[in-house]
């Protein structure tokens, strides 16, 4: 599944849209099947977006030894807010019922996507691994990708 940032361009009205594929949303577009839910017109492109690549907590940065003094200090973390509970409950069974129809390909997730991008594979929901520069490198070639929200376990690695 890919997550386009789509404008209205009536309205200026900006959005998300879920897709199967680019060729999925292309299709979609071509038959006006997309349109603004804000005000209803079928002008509807991709917005420009930047992509958010955060790191692993264990590829952070470590800590300085002693706090600056004059940085803000952290606050401890309280319970969650049982809204922000349910959220992520949803959010998680959402992208565990979309990835029931893709398949882990592990650590060749960039040439997978790669090879479907560029026609020399068919089209698939697939999953898997890559490391920052490799989706770095597959955003920059205009391959769609878009990240798991909730951590997955890849298939043999489940206790």
């Not at 594929?21 to 002008?43: I, K, N, W």
């Not at 470590?62 to 409950?89: R, S, W």
Request: include cysteine; proline fraction near 11%; glycine fraction near 8%.
């Amino acid at each position: 599944m890919i997550v386009f940032d789509l404008e209205c361009r009536a309205g200026g009205h900006r959005f998300e849209g879920w897709f199967a594929s680019s060729e999925d949303f292309s299709g979609q577009q071509g038959r006006g099947l997309v349109t603004c839910p804000v005000c209803g017109a079928p002008e509807v492109d991709k917005a420009l977006s930047a992509p958010r690549l955060t790191r692993k907590g264990n590829q952070l940065p470590a800590a300085p030894a002693e706090p600056l003094h004059d940085a803000p200090q952290p606050v401890a973390n309280g319970p969650m807010p049982p809204e922000a509970v349910a959220m992520l409950k949803a959010v998680a069974a959402v992208q565990s019922e979309m990835l029931k129809s893709s398949t882990w390909v592990g650590e060749k997730f960039a040439d997978d996507a790669r090879a479907m991008h560029y026609g020399e594979k068919d089209p698939a929901m697939i999953h898997g691994r890559a490391s920052q520069a490799e989706v770095q490198s597959l955003i920059e070639e205009g391959v769609p990708v878009a990240p798991v929200i909730v951590p997955v376990v890849p298939p043999g690695e489940v206790n």
